[in-house]
Every structure is written in C-alpha cells, then in structure tokens.
C-alpha cells in the first residue's frame, strides 16, 4: 500500500512549486507515494480538516501550532519547511540565512562597492539572521554597513508600502553613493527600489539594490529587473521528502534544524554595474544598459553622459578596463546568454531582441566573446534546469 502523504503548501509562491518540484523528486526515485497537495494549505487552519483521511505523513511550508497539534495527537510524522522558531520535537528545513547574507556582501564587494546598507524587519528571524550575515561578511571584508529596520506588520499590503517610501527614501539619500544595499526579501527590495526612484536616485548607479530568494516574477517585473539570492528550494523539498520517508519508516530524524545553503545571486539590471562614482560614466553605463541591445552606437552613448569621446574612452579604460564599445558588446552578449538560458527562441528572434542585424554576426561575437556558439551554450546551459 502507498502511503498517503499530505502536502500542505501555498502554490501561488514560486518558492513552494520549487519545494514541491523537490519532493516529486524524491518519490519518483524512491518509494512512490499517494499525495494529496493541499494547495490552498487549508489545513494550516483548521486542524479538523486534517482528520478527514488517514494520512501517514505530512510536510508542510505553512505550519501553525494547531497543525503540530492534530499532528501530535492523530501520531502523524510531520516535517516542517517554514522559516520560523522550530517546533519541539518537529523535524524543520530552511534556508541557511547567514550564507545568504553573506553572498549578497560577496555579491557587491566584487563590484567594488565601499558604501553598503541593508534593509530588513527586525521582528523576523529569518531576517535578522540575513542581516547579520550581511554585516559579518562586510566586517571581515573591513567594511561597515548602515542599517534601516522596521517591525514587519503580517501582511504586505499597497498601504503599507506606499507609507514606507517617505522614511526609507529619506534613508537612501542619507547614504554616502554609490551604495550597495541588500533586503530581507524580494518584496522589501521592491520598496528600496521604488524609494529611491522617489527620491530621484539612480537605479542601480547611485543605489545598487540586491534581494533574497529569487521570486522571478517579482524580480523580471520590477523596473529596473531585481537581482537577487536564490534560495535552493528545489533541495529543501528534496530533504523534507527524505526526512518524512525516515520518519514513516519508523526512524528518528538525524537532525531537528537542517539549514540548506543557497544557490548563488541572480544577477539583473538592478546591481548590474560596477560601484562608479563618476557621474560621467555612471551615465554612460546607464544608457548602455537600457539601450544596448536596440543597435546604438558610441555617438549616442557620449550624447547622454556629456563627455566627449577621448574623455570616456579614457575613464571608461582606467575604472573598467574595457571601451564603451567593449561594454555594449557585454551588455548584449549578457542578453543573448539570458535568452538561451530562459527561451527556446531561434537564433534569428534573439538577433532581432539584442540589437544584431545579422544573425551569422551575433554568433561570431557571441563565440569570440565566450569560447561556445550559442547552440552548444543553449545545450550546456538547458541541461542545467
């Protein structure tokens, strides 16, 4: 007989598909299962739902006191994914938050950064444990970081929000730039974003702003795209399905409180430039991002950064080894890479969406600038997902 395990998850969240897509994986290569998904994760509040069957096992992204309750009476092993306070006796995964903090100091030290902040709820867990990973890799790096915490009201809602742009906008300005500044979460780094743009500050050349766990939806809406830390979630599902096998087979967990370190920070046009604090090229830099792959020219790139051409080359040389036609050519080439990787769209559709006229012409810069035609990148790169 299969057991009949229960899967308590909120699938409007791209973070519990993942998980989900990782316990899936689990129970194909091993033991197969009969899974009922609680999409709507209904039995987080009302314990009475969960004595409606007779399950062997439950894992849970949205658990709650009176869920560990019914489970503690009904003897249902349980496995918690939610990123709280663990609960006595219930085995729990989550996300290893220091290692995040710390690939997000990683992630703009390497861009030169010498300015930093971080945004957080200082009433969660989950996110001061970001933030002191933050700092603590900054620390080591020699470098100090301006913090803007708040208490984290339950609820995201659009009335909060538009209330938190005047005080975190203040913030922003307060900040010596550039700045490298990090959120808790995608949706805090959303308000970062639209508080500096209120402020009348560059994003990402006067506030570079850096999120943490890649909802991509949220990230490739925002204006400009989000760059953010990716949780691994698809191996938090992986080993909540290994740990309730275990503990339905009559076992004792190995360990009460796994941490699972993270993937590695998805970059986007959010952090996508190096920490410049000449104005001059900050522009230049801009211009190039937005407008790279819509065919431009060096003419057009010294027009919106007011500097003449022996001028730009010169700077563009000493603070980025490289010429501003260097730096549309990686722009583009950037482009190309993200669309192989996302897209099943033919060579000639790519040409066309990264400003190359010819599609034999985008292969050959492609291949110098890279070492693979975009054919063998696409094949590496898809076998990867």
């Known amino acids: 007989m299969k057991p ?4 308590v998850f909120l699938t409007r969240f791209e973070e519990c598909n993942a998980m989900l897509k990782g316990v899936a994986h689990y129970e194909r290569t091993h033991r197969p299962w009969a899974a009922f998904l609680d999409d709507e994760a209904r039995a987080e509040n009302d314990p009475q739902w969960l004595r409606s069957k007779t399950w062997h096992g439950v894992i849970s ?3 709650t006191p009176g869920l ?4 503690r009476e009904l003897k249902l092993p349980l496995v918690d994914l939610n990123d709280t306070v663990p609960f006595r006796g219930v085995p729990k995964i989550r996300p290893d938050n220091t290692a995040l903090g710390h690939l997000g100091a990683e992630h703009f030290l390497e861009r030169g950064h010498h300015h930093f902040g971080f945004c957080g709820f200082r009433n969660d867990g989950w996110a001061c444990e970001r933030r002191d990973g933050f700092i603590e890799a900054l620390a080591l790096a020699g470098q100090s970081c301006e913090v803007f915490d708040v208490d984290y009201p339950g609820d995201l809602t659009p009335f909060w929000d538009e209330r938190q742009t005047s005080a975190l906008a203040a913030w922003l300005s307060a900040l010596p730039k550039p700045v490298g500044v990090m959120a808790c979460n995608d949706l805090r780094a959303l308000q970062v974003v639209s508080a500096a743009q209120a402020a009348g500050l560059l994003v990402p050349e006067e506030v570079a702003v850096l999120g943490v766990n890649n909802d991509t939806i949220r990230c490739e809406l925002a204006y400009p795209p989000l760059s953010s830390v990716a949780t691994n979630a698809f191996q938090s599902g992986y080993l909540a399905a ?5 503990l339905m087979e009559g076992e004792k967990p ?3 409180d796994v941490r699972v370190e993270p993937l ?3 970059p986007r046009h959010s952090t996508d430039v190096l920490a410049i604090d000449d104005r001059n090229v900050a522009a230049a830099l801009g211009f190039i991002r937005e407008h790279a792959c819509h065919n431009i020219t060096v003419e057009q790139v010294l027009k919106a ?3 003449s051409r022996s001028q730009l080359e010169k700077k563009f040389r000493r603070l980025l080894g490289r010429s501003p036609q260097a730096e549309i050519r990686r722009v583009q080439v950037a482009k190309i890479r993200q669309l192989l990787f996302e897209t099943d769209f033919p060579m000639k559709k790519i040409a066309e969406l990264t400003g190359f006229e010819h599609v034999e012409y985008m292969c050959v810069v492609f291949k110098r600038l890279t070492g693979d035609s975009p054919g063998v990148y696409r094949r590496k790169v898809q076998a990867q997902k």
Do not use: K, N, P
């Open 4 to 7: 009949q395990v229960l899967l």
């Open 61 to 63: 992204r949205h658990t």
């Open 68 to 71: 560990v309750q019914a489970c």
């Open 242 to 246: 290994e740990c309730l096998a275990r």
């Open 254 to 256: 190995g360990s009460l």
């Open 264 to 266: 590695s920070v998805v």
């Open 305 to 307: 950064s007011f500097a």
